[in-house]
């Protein structure tokens, strides 16, 4: 009869994140077919990406001594590879005109562990962490060990031209009491595709400085890579800003790696936690992508393979969706960006806890919207009226899988 900690029954206790990466690990091994997989964030496996990383993994490997070895047989120091950090911070300097140092850079084991890392650092009972543009990605819920310690203000919903919709930031509703260390926004936002405008940062960037809280903003599908944004846009970088980056949606899930941007002091502190959790990070990523980030490929890669790869797709999931749910009341938030469509179905009539089963009964993965929304003051029907589907796995299996969907509907 083992008994676990307050903390270890909070964090084993499942979670949405958790159920998501069951199923994405499920219909990965066990797939016959019959399953149309639109949960999981998986990039899509990308023909021109694939060959560019073998390509790189054969000349790695072809490298004596800096390359291969020293990928596998050495540990990285705590901050990250300082060759890599170098070409990061050169490349946004070059690209943008910033001054980054390399002390404005952290390397994680992935982005997940940067915003546990950054949540833990800052948010505690009394000094939260915000979302000010809810609903938010389903990783970030669970990742407080101060339960208290995260806090979400509904977005404020604008009906567009049929079928669209988008969320904006309801900037009357934040907390001006409260004391907020930091506000969260995922850019894109991970599961609606909005990619806030500069005009709503520059509004949140004040909002926080006024509050003395960092503003992070997650660019795991963000510019300029992946560049999963279908619109020309730069990223954006204040004083008191923390950008986070990762190499999975490029197409490198599996060396888990995240890039951290920000004031000195937080990367000095995030690269401590990962001595402390994880000694060092995974070697990987950094060494496959380095070459890419020293001559600046990597943008065009992500401008010219990334982007059109994911827009056209994009742009072909709305329609699909569009012709087969047609006669059925819903919404799609406008993709300006990710992998994602967020679908509402403003007359749904259970919530969407149930409606995710009953789609799995009936062939079809979809992630349930209500894991998105976390914290929030009260209860908010819209919550549990959506789901997120993922299309970048399968395109071609889109069609059948939306009718699916639209059947359960109907029935
Ligand atoms: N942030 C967002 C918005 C995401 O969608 C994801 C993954 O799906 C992550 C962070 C974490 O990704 P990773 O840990 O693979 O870098």
């Given at each position: 009869n083992i008994q676990f900690s307050q903390l270890g029954k909070r964090m084993a206790a499942g979670s949405g994140i958790e159920d998501l990466m069951e199923d994405l690990g499920k219909t990965l091994v066990?797939?016959?077919?019959s399953i149309a997989m639109l949960g999981g964030g998986n990039p899509a496996p990308i023909p021109e990406g694939q060959k560019l990383w073998r390509e790189r993994m054969s000349s790695l490997l072809a490298e004596e001594g800096d390359g291969f070895d020293r990928m596998l047989g050495y540990y990285d120091p705590h901050q990250g590879n300082r060759r890599f950090i170098e070409a990061v911070a050169n490349l946004f300097n070059r690209e943008y005109g910033w001054d980054l140092e390399p002390e404005n850079i952290a390397i994680t084991n992935g982005g997940q562990t940067a915003f546990f890392f950054l949540f833990n650092l800052l948010g505690d009972s009394d000094s939260k962490i915000l979302?000010?543009?809810?609903?938010?990605?389903?990783?970030?819920?669970?990742?407080?060990?101060?339960?208290?310690s995260l806090l979400s203000v509904p977005g404020k919903i604008e009906l567009q031209e049929k079928p669209f919709f988008r969320y904006r930031i309801d900037f009357d509703a934040l907390p001006q009491g409260t004391p907020i260390r930091a506000a969260c926004v995922s850019r894109p936002t991970n599961p609606t595709g909005n990619v806030l405008c500069l005009e709503d940062l520059e509004r949140l960037h004040a909002y926080c400085r006024a509050k003395d809280a960092l503003l992070i903003i997650d660019?795991?599908?963000?510019?300029?890579?992946?560049?999963?944004?279908?619109r020309d846009e730069a990223p954006f970088w204040r004083e008191g800003v923390v950008l986070t980056y990762s190499l999975?949606?490029?197409?490198?899930?599996?060396?888990?790696t995240g890039i951290v941007i920000g004031p000195k002091a937080v990367c000095r502190a995030i690269a401590s936690m990962t001595a402390v959790v994880g000694l060092a990070n995974g070697t990987v990523g950094q060494a496959l992508t380095l070459p890419m980030f020293e001559d600046g490929s990597i943008l065009d890669y992500c401008r010219n393979t990334v982007r059109p790869y994911y827009e056209t797709r994009s742009r072909c999931a709305v329609k699909i969706v569009q012709e087969e749910l047609e006669g059925i009341p819903f919404r799609i938030?406008?993709?300006?960006?990710?992998l994602f469509l967020w679908l509402w179905?403003?007359?749904?009539?259970?919530?969407s806890a149930e409606f995710y089963q009953k789609l799995k009964e009936a062939g079809v993965l979809v992630v349930p919207?209500?894991?998105?929304?976390?914290?929030?003051p009260g209860d908010w029907t819209h919550a549990s009226q959506c789901i997120r589907i993922n299309y970048a796995m399968d395109i071609d299996g889109l069609p059948e899988a939306i009718r699916r969907i639209a059947a359960v509907l109907r029935s």
């Amino acid at each position: 009869n083992i008994q676990f900690s307050q903390l270890g029954k909070r964090m084993a206790a499942g979670s949405g994140i958790e159920d998501l990466m069951e199923d994405l690990g499920k219909t990965l091994v066990n797939s016959d077919g019959s399953i149309a997989m639109l949960g999981g964030g998986n990039p899509a496996p990308i023909p021109e990406g694939q060959k560019l990383w073998r390509e790189r993994m054969s000349s790695l490997l072809a490298e004596e001594g800096d390359g291969f070895d020293r990928m596998l047989g050495y540990y990285d120091p705590h901050q990250g590879n300082r060759r890599f950090i170098e070409a990061v911070a050169n490349l946004f300097n070059r690209e943008y005109g910033w001054d980054l140092e390399p002390e404005n850079i952290a390397i994680t084991n992935g982005g997940q562990t940067a915003f546990f890392f950054l949540f833990n650092l800052l948010g505690d009972s009394d000094s939260k962490i915000l979302f000010p543009l809810s609903p938010e990605y389903i990783g970030y819920s669970t990742q407080g060990l101060s339960p208290e310690s995260l806090l979400s203000v509904p977005g404020k919903i604008e009906l567009q031209e049929k079928p669209f919709f988008r969320y904006r930031i309801d900037f009357d509703a934040l907390p001006q009491g409260t004391p907020i260390r930091a506000a969260c926004v995922s850019r894109p936002t991970n599961p609606t595709g909005n990619v806030l405008c500069l005009e709503d940062l520059e509004r949140l960037h004040a909002y926080c400085r006024a509050k003395d809280a960092l503003l992070i903003i997650d660019n795991a599908y963000g510019t300029p890579f992946p560049n999963m944004i279908f619109r020309d846009e730069a990223p954006f970088w204040r004083e008191g800003v923390v950008l986070t980056y990762s190499l999975s949606k490029l197409g490198l899930p599996g060396t888990r790696t995240g890039i951290v941007i920000g004031p000195k002091a937080v990367c000095r502190a995030i690269a401590s936690m990962t001595a402390v959790v994880g000694l060092a990070n995974g070697t990987v990523g950094q060494a496959l992508t380095l070459p890419m980030f020293e001559d600046g490929s990597i943008l065009d890669y992500c401008r010219n393979t990334v982007r059109p790869y994911y827009e056209t797709r994009s742009r072909c999931a709305v329609k699909i969706v569009q012709e087969e749910l047609e006669g059925i009341p819903f919404r799609i938030h406008e993709p300006d960006g990710a992998l994602f469509l967020w679908l509402w179905f403003p007359e749904l009539k259970m919530h969407s806890a149930e409606f995710y089963q009953k789609l799995k009964e009936a062939g079809v993965l979809v992630v349930p919207g209500h894991f998105f929304f976390h914290n929030l003051p009260g209860d908010w029907t819209h919550a549990s009226q959506c789901i997120r589907i993922n299309y970048a796995m399968d395109i071609d299996g889109l069609p059948e899988a939306i009718r699916r969907i639209a059947a359960v509907l109907r029935s």
